[in-house]
T-cell receptor
Framework: GDSVTQMEGPVTLSEEAFLTINCTYTATGYPSLFWYVQYPGEGLQLLLKATKADDKGSNKGFEATYRKETTSFHLEKGSVQVSDSAVYFCALSGSTGGFKTIFGAGTRLFVKA | DAMVIQNPRYQVTQFGKPVTLSCSQTLNHNVMYWYQQKSSQAPKLLFHYYDKDFNNEADTPDNFQSRRPNTSFCFLDIRSPGLGDAAMYLC????????????FGPGTRLTVL
């Protein structure tokens, strides 16, 4: 079945450091790919998404490119801030129809001042 | 602002005492989901509705039930909460298509004493 694998955390960075969180997926069809972010005590919220191969999603300085050849959707940011500290979930939906979203295990990011 | 609202934000119940969590949405989305999340792990899908059509995950315990009386509201009933049911419960909505974003409520933190 479909699955999402993302790098284990926690990831600890200093402010202004470069961030990469790796995400790879397995899907039988052509899924849409998402990054969701969860701040402490809150629900998940969409950070960015890409719906077809080679699309780049971007938001708030974060970027991810849908790479079909490597089945990857790695999250990057050039300069992290303390306020980026959160848990990040890679997810896919719609590879074979239906309404389910498959989430990765989540990666906790700590950014130190 | 259109949004997904969950009440209450914090719920304390006793072992074995039925509890109901509620979710409402002003987005007029077709699909509504209930997830269970423990300790910032990946959300675990319990069930979802597409309009009135109910879809139960195979591994959702019978102890968990749901109702969707209309498009806007959805309820999660836990008939006899056990200590292992203590978790964050997240409601989410999606318009219809797999490319669409899921919108999450802030969650209800359930404590079982």
């Amino acid at each position: 079945g479909d699955s999402v694998t993302q790098m284990e955390g926690p990831v600890t960075l200093s402010e202004e450091a470069f961030l990469t969180i790796n995400c790879t997926y397995t899907a039988t069809g052509y899924p849409s790919l998402f990054w969701y972010v969860q701040y402490p005590g809150e629900g998940l919220q969409l950070l960015l998404k890409a719906t077809k191969a080679d699309d780049k999603g971007s938001n708030k300085g974060f970027e991810a490119t849908y790479r079909k050849e490597t089945t990857s959707f790695h999250l990057e940011k050039g300069s992290v801030q303390v306020s980026d500290s959160a848990v990040y979930f890679c997810a896919l939906s719609g590879s074979t129809g239906g309404f389910k979203t498959i989430f990765g295990a989540g990666t906790r990011l700590f950014v130190k001042a | 602002d259109a949004m997904v609202i969950q009440n209450p934000r914090y719920q304390v119940t006793q072992f074995g005492k039925p509890v109901t969590l509620s979710c409402s949405q002003t987005l007029n989305h077709n699909v509504m989901y209930w997830y269970q999340q423990k300790s910032s792990q990946a959300p675990k899908l319990l069930f979802h509705y597409y309009d009135k059509d109910f879809n139960n995950e195979a591994d959702t315990p019978d102890n968990f039930q749901s109702r969707r009386p209309n498009t806007s509201f959805c309820f999660l009933d836990i008939r006899s909460p056990g200590l292992g049911d203590a978790a964050m419960y997240l409601c989410a909505t999606r318009k219809r298509e797999s490319t669409d974003t899921q919108y999450f409520g802030p969650g209800t933190r359930l404590t079982v004493l």
